[in-house]
């Protein structure tokens, strides 16, 4: 069959499929390969389905009735390891025993992965409905400022034989900005103290969105909460109350996640890491912070710890909690744990797409995928809500434009592991400052890593917590325990 370039060689004129068409041809893509009866299925609807009445339903345009207030910030100026440590998601619990938790967000832990292997499974073969698409991790995000100001400000990069499929998935995904914005609105609905939201400008015309909690506070150093992979500043819902009620509290999206601006990153890892660490230090500068207390979770770990590296005048003490991407891959590691063959044949399938890329292409099943394979969020927050606000938030951050998470996959290489171990480095870090490594007793991601960070720095502070009753997700899994955790930490910085 002709591609459009090859009919326009020839002098004819091909016209893109209806919308019906597009419907019925990605549909039966799902349907073929996730076992939804055809019947079930019929175009996108552009909207998500709506939660049961009463449940903390937020309805377009309506803010939370209380605990907050907007912010605006001034227009800027012109545009400025051990062999046996384990690596995120190739890993077992520590003591052998299943866990409730997975390392990195990618899989519901214990008893559950037994169940939803198969459902996994039938995600990983919607992506590979798809697998002639190309690359998005190495192709450039194409901006669209002042188009589509209601939904995605920038879309991926359209393909000569297929954009009008790529111009087409964003409707296939009932997603938008305002979706992604209701969606953290709910998740901070529950928070009762007064905050500020707002985009912070930086250069190349990017903004950061940031929540700050207690900004009267200004006489303790504040604290500054970095989120993981495919997160966003609603996680932290749990533990903003707790943690500012002493001092000042801020939280932002990682630039190329959540609300944050999304711009294209570059390929090397070395480079993408950089681009990381440079949003973070001219967020510093715009909001006017001398100093801070850095804490970063999975990969804001890893982050917090570079930026630590090449900007230590600014951190008074960082907190590294279940951090990803330190231990190097050991050479090993397969003899120790054999990975199935089936599982490296689709590793190697699916390796020119973006992890996440499966719930996209998942259109509007994507959030009930979200559903049952992480069921385990619902319960974690289940003293704010009693409906699917976590599971619906989560699938809003990541099927927005993939901008980070390309960034992230660049950081990587097979199985998890970071293609610029972090503790090949962190011997380089100012020894004045102080580090304490958090992780959960449940989890899976290996704890030895904070003594070697002791081991690589003799002459520093280094403190390992275990948090006992706690998975990767420390500070949703046990948040009373891990506030206080931290507060404490805080409390002896100033």
Same mark, same amino acid.
């Given at each position: 069959?002709?591609?459009?370039?090859?009919?326009?060689?020839?002098?004819?004129?091909?016209?893109?499929?209806?919308?019906?068409?597009?419907?019925?041809?990605?549909?039966?893509?799902?349907?073929?390969?996730?076992?939804?009866?055809?019947?079930?299925?019929?175009?996108?609807?552009?909207?998500?389905?709506?939660?049961?009445?009463?449940?903390?339903?937020?309805?377009?345009?309506?803010?939370?009735?209380?605990?907050?207030?907007?912010?605006?910030?001034?227009?800027?100026?012109?545009?400025?390891?051990?062999?046996?440590?384990?690596?995120?998601?190739?890993?077992?619990?520590?003591?052998?025993?299943?866990?409730?938790?997975?390392?990195?967000?990618?899989?519901?832990?214990?008893?559950?992965?037994?169940?939803?292997?198969?459902?996994?499974?039938?995600?990983?073969?919607?992506?590979?409905?798809?697998?002639?698409?190309?690359?998005?991790?190495?192709?450039?995000?194409?901006?669209?400022?002042?188009?589509?100001?209601?939904?995605?400000?920038?879309?991926?990069?359209?393909?000569?034989?297929?954009?009008?499929?790529?111009?087409?998935?964003?409707?296939?995904?009932?997603?938008?900005?305002?979706?992604?914005?209701?969606?953290?609105?709910?998740?901070?609905?529950?928070?009762?103290?007064?905050?500020?939201?707002?985009? &912070?400008?930086?250069?190349?015309?990017?903004?950061?969105?940031?929540?700050?909690?207690?900004?009267?506070?200004?006489?303790?150093?504040?604290?500054?909460?970095?989120?993981?992979?495919?997160?966003?500043?609603?996680?932290?819902?749990?533990?903003? =109350?707790?943690?500012?009620?002493?001092?000042?509290?801020?939280?932002?999206?990682?630039?190329?996640?959540?609300?944050?601006?999304?711009?294209?990153?570059?390929?090397?890892?070395?480079?993408?890491?950089?681009?990381?660490? =440079?949003?973070? =230090?001219?967020?510093?500068?715009?909001?006017?912070?001398?100093?801070?207390?850095?804490?970063?979770?999975?990969?804001?770990?890893?982050?917090?710890?570079?930026?630590?590296?090449?900007?230590?005048?600014?951190?008074?003490?960082?907190?590294?909690?279940?951090?990803?991407?330190?231990?190097?891959?050991?050479?090993?590691?397969?003899?120790?744990?054999?990975?199935?063959?089936?599982?490296?044949?689709?590793?190697?399938?699916?390796?020119?797409?973006?992890?996440?890329?499966?719930?996209?292409?998942?259109?509007?099943?994507?959030?009930?995928?979200?559903?049952?394979?992480?069921?385990?969020?619902?319960?974690?927050?289940?003293?704010?809500?009693?409906?699917?606000?976590?599971?619906?938030?989560?699938?809003?951050?990541?099927?927005?434009?993939?901008?980070?998470?390309?960034?992230?996959?660049?950081?990587?290489?097979?199985?998890?592991?970071?293609?610029?171990?972090?503790?090949?480095?962190?011997?380089?870090?100012?020894?004045?400052?102080?580090?304490?490594? &958090?992780?959960?007793?449940?989890?899976?991601?290996?704890?030895?890593?904070?003594?070697?960070?002791?081991?690589?720095?003799?002459?520093?502070? &280094?403190?390992?917590?275990?948090?006992?009753?706690?998975?990767?997700?420390?500070?949703?899994?046990?948040?009373?325990?891990?506030?206080?955790?931290?507060?404490?930490?805080?409390?002896?910085?100033?």
């Amino acid at each position: 069959m002709h591609s459009a370039a090859q009919s326009r060689a020839h002098g004819r004129r091909v016209a893109p499929p209806s919308g019906r068409e597009r419907a019925a041809l990605l549909a039966g893509h799902l349907c073929c390969h996730s076992g939804i009866r055809r019947r079930d299925t019929g175009p996108p609807t552009g909207r998500v389905a709506a939660t049961r009445p009463g449940a903390g339903v937020t309805r377009p345009g309506l803010l939370p009735s209380r605990g907050h207030r907007e912010a605006a910030t001034p227009a800027p100026g012109p545009p400025a390891g051990t062999g046996r440590a384990r690596a995120l998601g190739a890993a077992a619990p520590r003591d052998g025993r299943p866990r409730g938790d997975d390392a990195g967000g990618g899989r519901a832990g214990g008893r559950e992965n037994e169940r939803e292997e198969p459902v996994m499974a039938g995600a990983a073969a919607v992506a590979l409905s798809l697998a002639a698409l190309p690359a998005t991790a190495t192709a450039p995000l194409l901006s669209a400022p002042g188009r589509r100001a209601a939904a995605m400000a920038e879309e991926e990069p359209a393909s000569e034989g297929l954009g009008w499929l790529f111009s087409w998935l964003p409707a296939w995904c009932p997603t938008s900005l305002l979706h992604l914005k209701e969606a953290e609105d709910k998740m901070l609905k529950c928070i009762a103290n007064i905050y500020n939201k707002r985009y &912070v400008f930086i250069s190349n015309g990017n903004k950061i969105w940031t929540l700050t909690f207690s900004p009267d506070l200004s006489n303790k150093t504040p604290l500054v909460l970095l989120h993981g992979f495919g997160g966003g500043v609603g996680l932290w819902a749990l533990n903003f =109350e707790d943690l500012c009620e002493n001092r000042t509290v801020h939280a932002f999206d990682l630039l190329g996640f959540g609300r944050s601006s999304r711009p294209h990153f570059d390929t090397d890892a070395r480079e993408a890491e950089n681009q990381f660490v =440079e949003s973070i =230090e001219e967020w510093r500068k715009e909001v006017g912070l001398e100093k801070m207390i850095l804490l970063g979770h999975n990969l804001g770990g890893f982050l917090a710890a570079a930026y630590s590296l090449k900007y230590p005048s600014r951190v008074k003490h960082l907190i590294l909690v279940e951090p990803w991407g330190f231990p190097e891959r050991p050479d090993n590691a397969e003899h120790e744990r054999p990975i199935p063959i089936w599982i490296k044949a689709l590793g190697a399938i699916l390796s020119p797409f973006n992890p996440l890329a499966g719930l996209r292409i998942a259109g509007p099943f994507g959030l009930s995928l979200v559903q049952r394979l992480r069921p385990d969020f619902k319960r974690k927050y289940s003293s704010m809500f009693d409906d699917n606000t976590v599971a619906e938030y989560i699938y809003h951050c990541n099927v927005q434009s993939p901008s980070g998470e390309t960034a992230f996959k660049n950081m990587t290489i097979p199985y998890g592991w970071a293609k610029r171990p972090m503790l090949q480095r962190i011997s380089q870090m100012d020894q004045d400052i102080p580090i304490t490594v &958090v992780y959960g007793a449940r989890s899976c991601i290996d704890g030895n890593s904070g003594s070697t960070i002791q081991s690589l720095r003799p002459n520093s502070y &280094v403190k390992t917590i275990a948090i006992l009753g706690a998975g990767h997700y420390v500070y949703a899994d046990q948040p009373e325990d891990f506030n206080q955790k931290v507060k404490d930490i805080c409390d002896s910085v100033d």
